[in-house]
């Protein structure tokens, strides 16, 4: 099993755990490494912020009201994690998460 050192960047083979609150060393074939969990919020408020950059960058921005520039971000961030969501799903991943 692999790891990233965060400081470093480097990528690192682990021999290795130690569980917080345990004493005792694990192995990786001794472990079930979770996925890391996904903030949907926090991914649709970089969506939306990503789509308002794009459509504010358009030059027919002017021609439509901001509630409606707003409304068209969250329509297509929502669209997309729906998408993202579905596909985690059919590959197997818990979306939920």
Not at 50 to 60: D, F, I, Q, V
């Amino acid at each position: 099993m692999k790891a990233k050192i965060k400081p470093s960047g480097r990528i690192a083979e682990i021999e290795s755990l130690r569980i917080k609150g345990s004493n005792r060393t694990y192995y990786p074939q001794e472990l079930d490494i979770l996925p890391i969990e996904k903030d949907w919020q926090q991914v649709r408020i970089q969506f939306i912020s990503a789509a308002l950059n794009g459509l504010t960058s358009n030059s027919n921005f002017e021609q439509h009201t901001l509630e409606d520039v707003v409304a068209e971000c969250i329509t297509l961030a929502d669209t997309l994690i729906a998408e993202l969501q579905k596909k985690g799903e059919e590959d197997g991943q818990d979306t939920n998460t």
